[in-house]
């Protein structure tokens, strides 16, 4: 079953290999293509400049071909994948559905959790506490402080 869902996976190497034999003839042919199309601009009745010139925009036209097979290709197999998971996320939705059944079966109480982890998560909420109060306190005696300061200030005669 699982061999299955790995199978569209596996061609990513597959289609990288594809991809780097088209890009290493694609360079090529259009260094020919420049030189050629200035040729046949500069010659327009020569017959073999233009065979030359068709050959070379026949082989692009087939690289690009090839480039919208492995473009169909690799939608087919992202088409593939989907569909897999979207089962695997159906068979998963079911095994939680039994796995909640059988906890009620045990007598499992559900969201509740494990008493050491609620002590630890009291002790952070009570520690976030006092750690806002203290700096709250700081900040207010600052303030009034500051305010006495301003109030009881040497009056100017």
């Not at 061999?3 to 061609?11: M, T, V």
Request: hydrophobic share 35%.
């Amino acid at each position: 079953m699982a061999d299955n869902y790995d199978e569209g996976l596996n061609k990513y190497n597959e289609y990288i290999e594809k991809m780097k034999h088209l890009d290493s003839g694609i360079n090529i042919l259009l260094d020919e293509f420049k030189k050629n199309y200035v040729i046949i601009k500069m010659n327009p009745n020569n017959e073999e400049y233009q065979q030359q010139f068709q050959n070379i925009i026949n082989s692009l036209a087939e690289i690009l071909s090839q480039l919208f097979k492995i473009s169909n290709s690799v939608q087919v197999n992202i088409d593939d994948i989907n569909k897999n998971l979207f089962e695997l996320n159906v068979l998963i939705t079911q095994e939680r559905e039994k796995n909640r059944e059988l906890k009620r079966k045990l007598g499992m109480v559900e969201h509740t959790g494990n008493a050491s982890s609620e002590m630890i998560k009291n002790y952070k909420d009570i520690y976030n506490m006092n750690y806002l109060r203290n700096w709250s306190l700081l900040l207010s005696s600052i303030l009034c402080m500051g305010a006495i300061g301003i109030i009881y200030k040497n009056p100017r005669v």
